[in-house]
């Protein structure tokens, strides 16, 4: 019988991304990480991950608590979204990664959370719950409620055009998850590469990347 084959997926991040390129092989995907990487058409799909604040410039605003931009990876990064749209290949982002997706599509940024030591934080320990949106593809994945990491202090505000939100954080109603109405996109705010099986505090995300390398056809 022929073996599958296994999804190639390109990830740009800050560097070589241990934690996104190991999430993508559990889920039995290969990943091609970097900074600045280079679409050579032969990929499958492309994930976005974190790291610096999107410049506001890119969405027509002024600095107001946004941090240090990288304008290469910014760039670099719009043009991998357009070159895999033009492709017809899905997209995921995750947290960075759904800002600049959705400045990519026209939306713009809440640029300065308020933090707090239980909610939006700039530390990795920090844990709270999620409501998601019924008929959604991460309610599919997730049910009603589940708890996530919260690593950020940026997060999306008017929406890219075909975004809808799906899930929100609680209390505070920050978008944590977005998905498109027509194509094979979607972004989350948390980190679900670091909600594994050994981390019992929230719920295990594996099945994102599992339904992500499903989407790569």
Same mark, same amino acid.
């Given at each position: ?33 970097? @900074?600045?990487? +280079? ?8 994930? /976005?991950? *974190?790291?610096?604040? $999107? ?72 844990? @709270?719950?999620? +409501? ?8 599919? /994945?997730? *049910?009603?409620?589940? $708890? ?70």
């Amino acid at each position: 019988m022929e073996q599958t084959k296994k999804k190639r997926i390109l990830i740009s991040g800050s560097g070589d991304s241990p934690e996104y390129v190991a999430a993508i092989e559990r889920a039995g995907g290969i990943a091609v990480a970097g @900074h600045l990487p +280079e679409d050579d058409g032969n990929f499958d799909g492309l994930l /976005l991950a *974190g790291g610096c604040d $999107v410049d506001p410039a890119r969405y027509g605003e002024t600095v107001n608590g946004a941090g240090k931009p990288d304008p290469e990876r910014d760039a670099l990064e719009l043009a991998l979204i357009k070159s895999f749209e033009k492709q017809g290949k899905p997209i995921f982002g995750i947290c960075r990664g759904m800002q600049i997706f959705n400045v990519a599509l026209g939306g713009t940024l809440i640029q300065d959370l308020p933090q707090t030591p239980e909610h939006h934080s700039s530390e990795r320990k920090v844990f @709270h719950e999620v +409501e998601t949106v019924p008929g959604s593809k991460i309610a599919e /994945l997730f *049910g009603a409620k589940f $708890v996530s990491n919260s690593f950020h202090h940026e997060a999306a505000d008017r929406l890219g055009a075909g975004f809808r939100v799906t899930a929100k954080s609680v209390p505070d109603g920050v978008a944590e998850a977005i998905e498109h109405e027509s194509k094979p996109w979607f972004a989350v705010q948390f980190h679900p590469e670091r909600m594994t099986p050994d981390v019992p505090e929230a719920a295990d995300a594996g099945v994102l990347f599992s339904y992500f390398l499903s989407l790569c056809k």
